[in-house]
């Protein structure tokens, strides 16, 4: 093969690689949608808070330890050397827990009813408002997440693809960041686990009944606040292993709130109700960015990744409003 | 007691139909019109001109403008900070390409070029509804911005990618550039504020208005009853990107002087003004200047109480600017979606009452 088709396999599996990424952010949407039908914009905040935390747990940092040194001119900043990775995400998981139950308790309790569009805004204050608390608990610099998952360009693949170049060509081999290559392998764990977990547990089927209707659900027994506070509660968890993810790559900083943008014409593809759809849409969107940017992109100034995924989308609803696994949606007055 | 409408009696269909019917409503808004044009111009200076007052008149501009299309016409948009941009470009090509027009028509040609382009990116929005819309004006938000980063033209190549505004005068004197003084680019902004504020409100309680809020309300239903969905709906995008274009050369061209499209025209903006308008009130005139008057006033009184009070580090007094913006906005989604300007109503109606409670 010559490599230039190498080349542009290469960018697509990135592609594939880094959808599954978004897939990862946009999977937290879709529970929270499917279950309680409100679109929660601060998943990515989520996604940052939770890796801020982990972080924080991780290096023994004193949470708020900068507001107390400046209230009350001490000098702490840590309580300890740290502690070990795995414990450090069981703790944050129990944070997250714990913040599904005050979001359930302090803001969604009293806007049942309330139109979709409402409970979005109020979505977008809670993303504020997280992204405050979580520079104001463990500071706002970039800090580094490693909990011991391997990283860097995969040197086997390199020398495998390789030989697939033509004879005499200069051709390297394909770089493919390991990180990515874990990256997938969690999210496809994910989602089968959520899989298994809607089909074959009762607190699943309970979480399908509320989707499919509230009332009736409420009829049957079922609590509509525990189910919200699981709901959110998982999708704390799915932000935590996003924030994990992302944070192994690129750092910890406020632009991975962003991604949490970049999840939304992701959604719209897939389909807000469906989790397969939530996948096959980041994949799309990943291959489609990628390849974009490599063969459009220079011809027009590069950086295209920008707002390819946002047009897409846009093109996508003119044809499909419902997205390519949602339920049609129909109106009446 | 002291709000009524009772004895206040029209003698005449103008007289009836006239913007402000109540005369208490006539007589506040005279004094404050006095007050805004004839009290302050004197007392102005560089801080309150800059930290203040401008940026005030400025996002009370676009908070109008999108308070026109998701307030009265129901159509949530991220993308008012590409709208910004382009009103913003537009003055700057405008300006520099035919430096002998005079400065308003250069700023409404610039609200007229953004209404184009507010057409074409709401175009969607007769097939998608709700945060679907939303997120396709995400698109116009990041490509708008991409396209002023990328081709010169539109920065007129130079070197830095940076637009920045030449002088420009009004009856002699300079309203623009570095050379202008505080009262005359106050007094510029306050002009233009005050006329397109007085057409916002005709047009949100005519023909026009009335439609849009059908749409907002039930859009099949108004389909049903005779209201055009393209027609009410491509209007309210064109008035609503009109005053954001207007707003976005008013941002650039009075107010910074000198932009760069990434910075000044992000996506924090288009969120800045949607928390306007749901703090100040959704369909609500009134509500649109409060929700400004709030945002901008809000971070410049914790910065002087906390930085300058406290001593605190301006780092964390802007964390926690953001946690307090975060949860005002989901205090007033919950307590009163209807925002500021519900509660200055539920003021009116005590003050009506004054002194009984009933």
Not at chain 1, 66 to 76: M, Q
Not at chain 1, 195 to 205: C, D, E, I, N, P
Not at chain 2, 192 to 199: G, L, P, Y
Request: charged share 10%.
């Amino acid at each position: 093969m010559s490599p230039m088709i190498l080349n542009t396999i290469e960018v697509m599996l990135n592609g594939l690689m880094t959808g599954v990424m978004y897939s990862l952010v946009a999977l937290g949407f879709v529970l929270i949608f499917k279950a309680s039908g409100i679109f929660n914009y601060a998943q990515g905040v989520m996604a940052l808070f939770a890796a801020l935390t982990l972080v924080g747990f991780q290096s023994g940092q004193i949470p708020f330890s900068h507001l107390i040194n400046v209230v009350f001119g001490t000098d702490y900043h840590n309580w300890g050397p740290g502690m070990n990775a795995f414990l450090a995400i069981l703790l944050t998981m129990a944070v997250m827990v714990l913040l599904a139950w005050l979001v359930e308790r302090l803001v969604l309790r009293h806007l049942v009813n309330q139109e979709p569009i409402i409970l979005f805004m109020a979505t977008i204050g809670l993303a504020f408002f997280m992204e405050g608390l979580g520079d104001m608990m463990w500071g706002a610099n970039i800090k580094v997440l490693d909990i011991g998952l391997p990283s860097g360009g995969s040197f086997w693949w390199e020398d495998v693809t390789r030989v697939w170049a033509t004879e005499g060509s200069d051709y390297y081999g394909m770089y493919i960041d390991v990180l990515d290559l874990w990256a997938a392998g969690i999210a496809i764990v994910l989602v089968v686990a959520l899989t298994l977990f809607s089909q074959y547990t009762k607190t699943g089927r309970a979480l399908r009944a509320v989707a499919d209707d509230h009332q009736a659900a409420l009829t049957v027994g079922i609590s509509l606040r525990t189910i919200w506070i699981v709901v959110w509660s998982i999708a704390g968890f799915v932000a935590l292993v996003a924030g994990i993810m992302w944070g192994s790559k690129s750092g910890i900083q406020f632009s991975l709130s962003l991604i949490a943008l970049k999840a939304l014409p992701v959604l719209i593809l897939g389909g807000f109700t469906s989790i397969p759809g939530a996948i096959v849409g980041g994949l799309i969107i990943g291959v489609g960015e990628k390849l974009f940017e490599f063969t459009i992109g220079p011809l027009i100034g590069g950086a295209t990744e920008n707002w390819f995924a946002y047009v897409l989308a846009l093109v996508f609803l003119m044809f499909r409003p419902q997205g390519l696994y949602g339920d049609k949606i129909i109106e009446r007055v | 007691m002291f709000y009524r409408e009772s004895g206040d009696f029209k003698t005449s269909y103008a007289a009836d139909q006239q913007t402000f019917p109540i005369r208490f409503d006539r007589i506040v808004i005279a004094l404050v019109l006095v007050f805004a044009f004839a009290v302050v111009p004197f007392f102005i200076n560089d801080y309150w001109e800059k930290s203040i007052l401008l940026p005030f008149l400025v996002w009370s501009l676009a908070a109008l403008g999108l308070n026109i299309l998701t307030g009265y016409c129901g159509q949530v948009s991220l993308g008012t900070g590409g709208f910004m941009a382009v009103g913003a470009y537009a003055c700057y090509k405008l300006t520099t390409g035919f430096p002998d027009l005079n400065i308003i028509f250069v700023i409404l040609l610039s609200g007229g070029i953004t209404a184009l382009v507010g057409i074409v990116f709401g175009l969607p929005s007769l097939r998608i509804k709700g945060f679907y819309l939303a997120v396709a004006t995400l698109a116009s938000q990041f490509f708008l911005v991409w396209l002023f980063n990328k081709v010169p033209w539109f920065y007129n190549y130079s070197a830095s990618g940076q637009i920045s505004m030449p002088e420009r005068t009004l009856f002699g004197t300079a309203v623009t550039g570095s050379a202008a003084t505080p009262w005359a680019t106050y007094l510029f902004s306050l002009l233009f504020v005050v006329v397109f504020a007085f057409i916002a409100r005709n047009l949100t309680r005519g023909r026009l208005g009335r439609s849009w809020m059908a749409i907002r309300d039930m859009d099949i239903a108004a389909e049903i009853i005779g209201v055009p969905p393209l027609q009410a709906k491509l209007s309210a995008f064109a008035v609503s990107s009109f005053y954001i274009g207007l707003s976005g050369a008013l941002f650039f061209g009075v107010y910074l002087g000198a932009v760069e499209p990434t910075e000044a025209f992000g996506i924090d903006k288009s969120f800045l003004v949607l928390f306007m308008i749901i703090i100040g009130g959704l369909g609500s005139i009134f509500g649109s200047f409060v929700g400004a008057a709030f945002m901008t006033l809000l971070p410049v009184l914790f910065k002087n109480i906390m930085v300058g009070g406290f001593g605190w580090p301006t780092d964390m007094v802007q964390h926690f600017i953001f946690m307090l913006v975060g949860g005002l906005i989901m205090f007033f989604l919950i307590v009163e979606p209807h925002g500021l300007a519900q509660l200055w109503r539920v003021t009116k109606e005590k003050l009506r009452l004054w002194p009984f409670p009933h």
